[in-house]
Each structure stands twice: as structure tokens, then as C-alpha cells.
């Protein structure tokens, strides 16, 4: 079904002030580019298909907005899902218009994303079992084993190797030692809380 969903016209009502013309903008967008888009929402933010598949997707949070897309290997280069620091997507944090890439690579790399979803390009699964459990970090594991973390220790142990290597990923990803712990910190409150790592964007 191509047009517009009411359920984002709700979702960019509902979000910030600053927000707002920032997901516009990106929704012309793609609607320009891809007139057959096909929209819904996803884990509680805006998706935008194509030929039956996922293409690209925003989202807004308190201070900025997203944007990325599905094949972002193939779109945008491997390495470029979540850079440090820059939130979710391949494009930073974009807290006002001046933050979008220029239209012209924008509308490159959705030519590139459609052409992908014409192709039947899937995203990659891995097999399960196919990677090792992950190494924890030292540090994280001696913070683990006190008594003080038992909440958080229970939820790890019940964790799959692949949601414990998000949180692994995610700290070795620290570029200062202050990022290092700041992160630790927040894992042993989240798991505490019995949270995946991407816990904000899985709920709908």
C-alpha cells in the first residue's frame, strides 16, 4: 500500500518542536525519490518500504532525530550503522535542518536502497550459533561478579551470546576511558532493569 500513513502524520505531531520539520523534510524526501514508498511503523518509529521490503526509517528523540537505512552496508558503506556517538542511523544526531546531508546524496543513496529492494537484496542474518559467545570485558565482568550486581549479573547470564555482544560492542566502541565507564555504568543499570541494549527501540 503506497501513500501516507496517519500514524506518522501522529508520530511527527507528537514529537519535539525541533524535530518536527527536521522528519518532514525527510519524509519529502523519500517521497520524492521513491513515489511507490510504502510506509508503517517499526519497533515504535517511521519505516519506509519499498517493493514489500524495509528501505530506510527515522526516528526523533529529546534533543535529535535519525535516519537510516536497512541495507545501510550496501547503501552507505560497511562500518556506517551506529558511528560513536552519532545515535542511530548513518547520519549523526540531526538536531536542526542545517544537519541533513545535501538533497542530491540523499536522493543517491535511496536510488541506491531502491535498486537493492528491485534486486530482492535481503539483509544479512547470521546462522545461529555461528559466532562465539562474546569475550567480557574485564572490567565489566569484575562489576558483574559483586554483590551489589546481582540484578544485572542474573540478566546477563540469561542473555544470548548476541544480545550480550551489544552491550560488549557498545563499550569496546568508547573512544575515552570516561565514555568507558560512563557506558559500563549505564549496562549494569540497564541490565538491573533487565534491558537489551537497544531496549528504546523495541517497544512499539
Known sequence: ?????????????????????????????VHAACPEVEEGLKWGMPFFGYRGSPM?????????????????????????????GKGMGQFGKLAALDDLPPEEEL?????????????????????????????????????LAQRKHA?????????????QREYVEWIAGAKTDAT??????TTLEWLAEGKQRNWKYLSC
Not at 540484578?151 to 544480545?163: I, L, N, V
Not at 568507558?180 to 555504568?185: L, P
Request: charged share 25%; glycine share 8%.
Open 1 to 29: 500500500m503506497t501513500g501516507r500513513d496517519p500514524r506518522i502524520d501522529a508520530y511527527i505531531a507528537d514529537s519535539a518542536q525541533f524535530a518536527r520539520p527536521i522528519l518532514e523534510r525527510l519524509r519529502a524526501l
Open 56 to 84: 530506510c526509517m527515522m526516528a526523533a528523540f529529546k534533543q535529535h532525530c535519525s535516519f537510516g537505512f536497512w541495507l545501510y552496508e550496501q547503501v552507505v558503506g560497511a562500518g556506517a550503522e551506529d558511528g560513536d
Open 107 to 143: 536522493a543517491a543513496y535511496l536510488g541506491k536502497a531502491m535498486a537493492l529492494n528491485e534486486a530482492g537484496v535481503k539483509r544479512k542474518r547470521s546462522a545461529a550459533g555461528s559466532k562465539p559467545p562474546p569475550s567480557v570485558p574485564a572490567d565489566l565482568a569484575a562489576l
Open 151 to 163: 540484578a544485572a549479573r542474573k540478566t546477563w547470564q540469561g542473555f544470548s551470546p548476541a544480545m
Open 180 to 185: 568507558r565507564r560512563k557506558r559500563i555504568a
